[in-house]
T-cell receptor, first 113, second 114 residues
Framework: GAGVSQTPSNKVTEKGKYVELRCDPISGHTALYWYRQSLGQGPEFLIYFQGTGAADDSGLPNDRFFAVRPEGSVSTLKIQRTERGDSAVYLC???????????FGPGTRLTVL | AQSVAQPEDQVNVAEGNPLTVKCTYSVSGNPYLFWYVQYPNRGLQFLLKYITGDNLVKGSYGFEAEFNKSQTSFHLKKPSALVSDSALYFCAVRDMRSNYQLIWGAGTKLIIKP
């Protein structure tokens, strides 16, 4: 079956611009997670959705970052006024429930010039 | 504090030899432990997990991991390495405070030489 998909696969933007990163989870998975991964490091938790609501957004680094999941399926991570330090691979994962393993998408590589 | 350590940045193994990728953890309570693999330009793929039960857990692609409570370790193993096993391997433990967040190790690069 189809796995988690993320678009775009690569995004290059200029400092100060706004970007949106999209995640399509596995159908039927209620839990959705966003992570950020820098080179040579493990994923860093950003936000967790259970259904439509953000159950935990404690990992979002600041108020420039925001994520939505309006219908409990597709999620969009939004970054305002991007900074060079936002450059990383943004990973999305989904799972049938919180006690299950997480299935990851291929990631979106964001480069802020 | 809860943490996961992968003490080796890189592990080199000859094809056909057994491999071990080390992971130690520090959590309060009973840990839920995971191994994931990341191939270049691809997402993290789940390999195996330990929740409870047998200490030896078998997973995908012939990998297995042994949970050792006294040593707080969850080393990943494979009896005979393949060149195609070359990838980045991550150990993770579920954060018992949140019940869903994973605490990740920094990763170990596994290189299998023909």
């Amino acid at each position: 079956g189809a796995g988690v998909s993320q678009t775009p696969s690569n995004k290059v933007t200029e400092k100060g611009k706004y970007v949106e990163l999209r995640c399509d989870p596995i159908s039927g998975h209620t839990a959705l997670y966003w992570y950020r991964q820098s080179l040579g490091q493990g994923p860093e938790f950003l936000i967790y959705f259970q259904g439509t609501g953000a159950a935990d957004d404690s990992g979002l680094p600041n108020d420039r970052f925001f994520a939505v999941r309006p219908e409990g399926s597709v999620s969009t991570l939004k970054i305002q006024r991007t900074e060079r330090g936002d450059s990383a691979v943004y990973l999305c994962a989904s799972s049938p429930g919180v006690n299950n393993e997480q299935f990851f998408g291929p990631g979106t590589r964001l480069t802020v010039l | 504090a809860q943490s996961v350590a992968q003490p080796e940045d890189q592990v080199n193994v000859a094809e056909g030899n057994p491999l071990t990728v080390k992971c130690t953890y520090s959590v309060s309570g009973n840990p839920y432990l995971f191994w994931y693999v990341q191939y270049p330009n691809r997402g993290l793929q789940f390999l195996l997990k330990y929740i409870t039960g047998d200490n030896l857990v078998k997973g995908s692609y012939g990998f297995e991991a042994e949970f050792n409570k006294s040593q707080t370790s969850f080393h990943l193993k494979k009896p005979s390495a393949l060149v195609s096993d070359s990838a980045l391997y991550f150990c993770a433990v579920r954060d018992m405070r949140s019940n869903y967040q994973l605490i990740w190790g920094a990763g170990t690069k596994l290189i299998i030489k023909p």
